[in-house]
């Protein structure tokens, strides 16, 4: 009688052995946010990005007072309503000369100003014209942008004056499980100068870095793992090979089905 089981086991082994080299697992050390914390661990965080106006960042700004037809003047608004009431307040763009150009008040310097430091500023030099002015100021065109290996890339607008990378990466679905946490860069610009700086997601240290917090126009990338790689060389070749590698399997288990009956 034919033996059948040597052959069939150099079948199975490399059935096995293919489906190995097409495929590989993801460990816990690849995918667990936080794997250095301990139980009832407390950190104090420091870090918080302020914002700093920049170049093309549109920036809204209401002035109010006791006296309201006082502080009138202040602010620009665009159109206004059958009943005279004013309609929607106008933005200020900041120029590439890092300006803008304020009622009554004229040209301010801007760009690298927090918006603590340009309420200041405001409250300055309105203070011959208004007496204890409110000051509202909100950056309106804060955006971070998240691509790579996340579930759903793409810019997202951020409410209010800052937000964290965990923030910003919960907009974007989170990280699929073929995204690198451990190395995640973060783009800024820095004074006209891109600055590139990596974050490790896996480490609780992560709150201590610069980019924990992100500014307005920051870029987050995700890098793909290997996993994620290997996915990207799955091309017409490599679809050819699993059909020949499969029909010869098949083939095989037919021949020893007939020399076996």
């Known amino acids: 009688m034919f033996n059948k089981t040597p052959l069939f086991g150099r079948i199975l082994f490399l059935t096995f052995f293919t489906c190995f080299l097409l495929s590989s697992c993801a460990t816990r050390r690849d995918v667990v946010y936080f794997q250095d914390t301990g139980d009832f661990e407390t950190m104090l965080v420091n870090n918080k990005a302020a914002t700093k106006f920049k170049v093309d960042d549109l920036v809204s700004i209401h002035i109010s007072s006791l006296d309201p037809e006082a502080s009138v003047p202040f602010n620009l608004f665009r159109g206004a309503s059958e009943r005279g009431f004013r309609a929607e307040q106008v933005d200020y763009l900041v120029d590439q000369d890092g300006m803008i150009d304020f ?110 917090y992100l500014t307005q126009n920051d870029v987050v990338y995700v890098e793909p793992n290997s996993t994620g790689i290997n996915e990207t060389s799955v091309g017409p070749s490599t679809t050819i090979t699993i059909t020949i590698l499969s029909t010869l399997i098949t083939s095989a288990v037919l021949v020893l089905t007939r020399l076996t009956n």
């Open 103 to 212: 009622p009554v008040i004229g040209k301010l310097k801007i760009e690298g100003l927090s918006p603590d430091e340009l309420r200041s500023l405001l409250r300055e030099r309105l203070s011959e014209y208004l007496k204890d002015p409110i000051i509202n100021i909100r950056l309106t065109n804060f955006t971070v942008t998240i691509l790579g290996q996340v579930n759903r890339p793409g810019t997202y607008p951020v409410v209010g004056e800052q937000i964290s990378i965990l923030e910003a990466l919960g907009l974007a679905g989170d990280l699929t499980l073929r995204g690198v946490r451990d190395n995640i860069l973060v783009i800024r610009d820095f004074n006209g100068t891109k600055v590139y700086t990596r974050i490790d997601l896996t480490s609780k240290e992560m709150t201590k870095s610069p980019v924990y």
